[in-house]
């Protein structure tokens, strides 16, 4: 069925980050046809209507505390890989503070969802181990200096139906991109790969555009927060044709479905952690 979204529930929402987002797009709202990322074509795949909630109204909501704990624990790492990269202080008391830094000042002064003082000091515990268990782990090679930290890149690919735009964690000197993820418990790492395969394809375009030499793969390193945190680090081969393809045509499935309204709800698994439920429930559909 086609249908139309549901009228704004207010008027002008704030452009903002709405702390769903990984930080390859931390400006919502505005024009969802002006480019692609990886963050905006995940989330309409995921559901169209939610989609539509974050990230073309932009409506506000607190952020969850396991979002924000993830974005502090990636302040220590990005303070971390600057630091290799500009020879500066990436000692573990610096990356920490970092960490702690980002922890007790939330971008835009959002409001975080925690339950009580108690949880919110619990979880804020848990970050210094597990930037020390990412500090001695073997995986890391502080003397090779990265090619970039926090890097943006924007491309505009013929086999695409819209610019292509994305922030890389880190791109290492051999062109490797390399994502943080901070998760509850030990990943399947297969699994991982295939969920994550939108984001990493797409940094292998990027890279690819930028700088003319082939993509190595990608590599997926998770922070487990487990009672003894962990490092785990996963490589993953450049997309092949295959995987190019199909990301084209999902680009071009996006681009068709915002350019025609087509939003609508996929209720599913991911409802349980949807913060748009009340306005979902009130969607009633209609033709366009
Ligand atoms: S509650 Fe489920 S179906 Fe509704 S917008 Fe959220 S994710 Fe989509």
């Known amino acids: 069925m086609i249908a139309t979204p549901p009228p704004p529930p207010t008027p002008a929402p704030p452009a903002g980050s709405n702390g769903h987002l990984p930080h390859d797009e931390t400006i919502l709202g505005g024009d969802p046809l002006e480019y692609i990322s990886a963050s905006r074509l995940k989330s309409f ?17 607190p952020l969850g505390p396991s979002l924000h704990f993830g974005r502090a624990v990636h302040a220590g790492l990005q303070h971390y890989n600057k630091a290799r990269w500009r020879d500066g202080d990436r000692s573990e ?3 920490i503070a970092a960490y702690e830094k980002a922890f007790d000042h939330p971008e835009h002064n959002q409001p975080v969802a925690f339950e009580s003082d108690e949880d919110r000091n619990t979880l804020r515990a ?41 922030i890389i964690d880190l791109v290492e000197a051999d062109l490797t991109a390399v994502d ?4 509850a418990s030990t990943p399947d790492l297969s699994l991982e790969a295939w969920l994550h395969e939108i984001q990493l394809t ?50 071009e499935t996006y ?11 996929s209720p599913g698994m991911h409802c349980g952690w949807c913060e748009h439920r009340s306005e979902c429930s009130a969607w009633k559909g209609g033709a366009a």
């Open 45 to 61: 795949l995921t559901c169209r209507l939610r989609f539509y909630f974050e990230k073309v109204m932009a409506l506000p909501k």
């Open 93 to 95: 008391t610096a990356v």
């Open 126 to 166: 848990k970050g210094e181990p597990l930037l020390r268990a990412f500090l001695n782990t073997k995986q890391i090679a502080p003397e090779k200096k990265p090619m970039g930290v926090e890097l943006s890149l924007r491309a505009e690919l013929p086999s695409l139906a819209l610019p292509l735009l994305g």
């Open 180 to 183: 943080y993820k901070t998760v």
């Open 202 to 251: 797409t940094y292998s375009l990027l890279i690819e555009e930028a700088t003319g030499e082939p993509s190595p793969g990608n590599e997926l390193v998770f922070l487990v927060k487990t009672k003894t945190p962990k490092v785990i680090s996963h490589r993953v081969p450049a997309p092949d044709q295959v995987q190019r393809d199909r990301y084209a045509r999902l680009v």
């Open 255 to 265: 681009a068709n479905g915002v350019a025609n309204d087509h939003y609508y709800p």
